[in-house]
């Protein structure tokens, strides 16, 4: 006898705030077009019960201090020699299918000298100068430093719609001050917690910067060092975005190349176990498995460092895209 | 369904006789409906009553075993679609496949690496659960060759893959001993398999390109004898597998539709040809409800990283996994190196041995047993006090290990110092940043 069964839809009755990045000629700033995330009305790529008008984008760290010191191996080959120059490295991003470049600042420039307000304008100039992708640009993480380059970037780049970050509990005024002044947008970051994430969103809106300016960092662990914390966090904040929680509806970033490369298993080439695999190949698999998890639970910006990964990651969100 | 611990009161004898080792019976139906004790207890329940209450308790997706030589893998018994909600219960099995097409010693070689790879992650051994042996070569003997080299050589769990009942039922000659899982029955085989399935004693895969094709052919093996199935929804690339497994799961799960409340098997080299993407489709469908994921190849860079994933995706959200206590050596450090302490919650203990590795400098960790909660909530429950700090610091032996005596404790417990100083005479205290990733920079200032 044929069977007939019915497929179960959820009908939800919220849905994740569309949020656009970057800025064309014609609305005040410099790139070649923007980019709009957010929008889903359902669980991540289940076509059967919802939209997701925008599919997840690709963002391309780029760091304005030379990492060769601080990358392994893998890492910088694949790049080469752009690693030296920020608008080199954002024009190769590009190149290799980046969606949105990051502009990681970092504490010392090139020379190894503390980096200063004056080269931070520089090198933001340089960058999109370089690049017509909407771009990220994140500070240090040292909250004086932060807020002395990003409030002159933000000033240098007006009108460009940049996003800025991370705005942390600790520090999130100063930052949400300069996006306010200067038309941009800010990430809110916090630390793998559904109640922090919606108290900080609510405090920075508090200051003034309009919802769909905001991008929320639910924090990356990588892969084995912590990432199911993380990703349950998202699902969480997901399904509440969908349940109607006005306060968890931003669109999500999330930084799988930073945190899988800082694990051992990215870094080392020696001295590990046979039962690791060769490195560069395991290396980009961290990277990819930490990041494909998180994809899957609802992330609306992926920061990748692997021009490999972000190839892979690509095409997975490609293919997961409902028809 | 789950039933109600009002319901099942309503099936018991009502006599409150005590003999089931509960006050009441109301008291035992509620311990029953939260599985915490066995309707065996009650002498006086009637068979009806029996029959009905276990009818309603069987699990939403059956639980499905495949075994060899003392390994195996179980599959389905799961209760919710978010590992948040409660846990994920059984970890997707992973197998390997092998091509019967293959030289003989080039199979026997596969399994045997299969059968040996281990790695260690956070102090637990983590391996591979099993070969899938698939009858490429279309040829009875073949195969049959191909299983009985696979189950010399490995002693793991087995999949035999081929749709012909006659391949199968060669390769099934050659199992003895195992229960291996026979794949596939489909819309046109499935009488056979049925029968051999019986035979075997074997759970069988069903396999239909959709979910009423499923629900058809799994009602028909039932009514033929065969409730140990294994679902094979055939939508193969990222999308259609991510759609039609959370289909299944919320079938079975919020609509108690028997039919499909089975475990399902995937096939990642079947939606992706390109190996680098078969991890990441092997790695969507661990985290989205396969019970089993049949790889196409062996390789350890691609292994490790999904056999991690998989630890971290069934952890009980509710209990995190917690490191041993103990002295960590980083980067092989010598009589004058740092000694820093912290708790025993991974993530603690991953955050600051993570931090040290990578800055490449020497130095002895110190794990306390802080029953796996992180620096500040261990503090603030009492359990990383000065008490506990002293007693890992003596316990451990630390002081043989090093020339000095001076030890780094985290920034966010900078108060305990006084009472450390007292407890740990001889030695110099010193507060450390808050925040793992400014230790390496304090450790080349201050240290």
């Known amino acids: 006898m044929p069977v007939n069964v019915e497929i179960p839809v959820e009908k939800w009755s919220g849905s994740v705030r569309p949020i656009t990045l970057g800025a064309t000629a014609a609305e005040g700033g410099t790139r070649s077009h923007t980019v709009t995330i957010g929008g889903e009305t359902a669980l991540p790529f289940l076509g059967f019960e919802g939209k997701m008008p925008h599919r997840p984008q690709i963002a391309v760290e780029v760091r304005t201090g030379n990492p060769s010191e601080e990358w392994p191996e893998p890492l910088l080959r694949a790049w080469g020699a752009v690693v030296g120059d920020p608008a080199a490295w954002a024009h190769a991003a590009e190149a290799a299918s980046a969606d949105l470049i990051l502009l990681q600042l970092t504490a010392t420039d090139h020379a190894g000298l503390r980096m200063t307000a004056a080269a931070a304008r520089k090198v933001a100039r340089s960058v999109l100068g370089a690049t017509g992708l909407p771009l990220i640009v994140v500070g240090p993480g040292q909250a004086e430093l932060d807020n002395e380059l990003l409030v002159a970037v933000a000033e240098e780049c007006v009108g460009e719609r940049l996003v800025l970050g991370p705005c942390e509990d600790k520090n999130y005024r100063t930052i949400v001050a300069a996006a306010l002044a200067h038309g941009h947008l800010v990430t809110s970051k916090t630390p793998m917690d559904v109640n922090l994430a919606k108290q900080l969103i609510i405090l920075i809106r508090d200051m003034g910067l309009p919802l769909e300016r905001i991008v929320m960092d639910p924090t990356t662990g990588a892969l084995g060092y912590g990432m199911e914390y993380g990703y349950s966090v998202m699902e969480r904040l997901r399904l509440a975005a969908l349940q109607g929680d006005g306060m968890t509806q931003q669109p999500m970033i999330v930084t799988p190349g930073e945190e899988a490369w800082r694990t051992k298993e990215a870094r080392a080439g020696e001295g590990v176990p046979a039962a690791w695999g060769s490195w560069d190949d395991r290396a980009v698999n961290w990277e990819v498995v930490t990041a494909a998890p998180l994809v899957e639970a609802g992330a609306d910006v992926i920061v990748l460092r692997h021009p490999a990964a972000i190839e892979r990651i690509k095409k997975m969100i490609a293919e997961l895209m409902p028809a | ?447």
């Open chain 2, 1 to 447: 369904m789950a039933i109600s611990g009002l319901d099942i009161y309503k099936l018991l004898p009502k006599t409150n006789c005590k003999e089931c080792g509960f006050p009441t019976c109301l008291a035992f139906a509620m311990k029953l409906a939260a599985k915490q004790a066995d309707l065996s207890a009650c002498p006086y329940v009637s068979e009806e009553s029996k029959s009905k209450l276990s009818a309603a308790s069987a699990p939403p997706i059956r639980l499905v075993t495949i075994a060899a030589d003392g390994h195996k893998i179980e599959a389905g018994n799961e209760t919710v679609l978010f590992r948040h909600e409660k846990t994920f219960y059984h970890p997707t099995g992973l197998l390997v496949r092998i091509q019967d097409s293959l030289p003989a010693e080039q199979v026997a070689a596969t399994a045997k690496a299969v059968a040996d790879y281990k790695v260690d992650y956070v102090g637990i051994s983590l391996h591979l659960d099993g070969l899938a042996v698939e009858a490429t070569s279309g040829d009875a003997s073949k195969f049959a060759a191909a299983v009985a080299a696979a189950r010399q050589a490995g002693s793991l769990p087995l999949v035999l893959i081929s749709e012909d009942p006659l391949v199968m039922a060669a390769g099934l000659a050659k199992t003895t001993g195992a229960t291996p899982l026979i794949c596939a029955a489909t819309a046109a085989n499935w009488e056979a398999m049925a029968k051999l399935a019986k035979e075997h004693k074997a759970p069988l895969v069903v396999r239909a390109d959709t979910i009423s094709g499923l629900a058809e052919l799994t009602e028909k093996l039932v009514a033929a004898g065969v409730e140990d199935l294994v679902l094979d929804p055939v939508a193969r690339g990222f999308n259609g597998s991510l759609a039609v497994l959370t289909q299944v799961r919320r079938l079975a799960l919020k609509k108690g539709v028997r039919a499909v409340g089975y475990p399902t098997v995937a096939f990642p080299y079947l939606g992706q040809s390109d190996p680098c993407m078969e991890t990441i489709l092997a790695a969507q469908q661990i985290a989205k409800y396969a019970g089993f994921v049949v790889l196409s190849r062996f390789g350890p860079a691609e292994i490790y990283p999904l056999l991690v994933l998989r630890q971290n995706i069934f952890t009980d959200p509710q209990k995190p996994i917690q490191v041993e206590p103990g002295i960590y050596p980083i980067n092989k450090p010598g009589v004058d190196s740092p000694v820093l302490i912290t708790t025993n919650f991974s993530i603690t203990y991953f955050a600051v041995a993570n931090e040290v590795e990578s800055s490449g400098q020497p130095a002895w960790l110190l794990v306390a047993d802080a029953e796996g909660m992180s620096v500040l909530t261990a503090w603030a429950a009492g359990k990383f006090d000065a008490d506990r700090i002293a007693k890992t610091v003596k316990n451990t032996g630390i002081a043989d290990k090093v020339s000095h005596r001076k030890v780094l404790i985290p920034g966010h417990v900078a108060v305990l110092m006084g009472e450390l100083e007292e407890e740990l005479p001889g030695w110099e205290i010193k507060v450390g940043p808050r925040e793992a990733v400014d230790l390496p920079r304090y450790l080349k200032t201050n240290w």
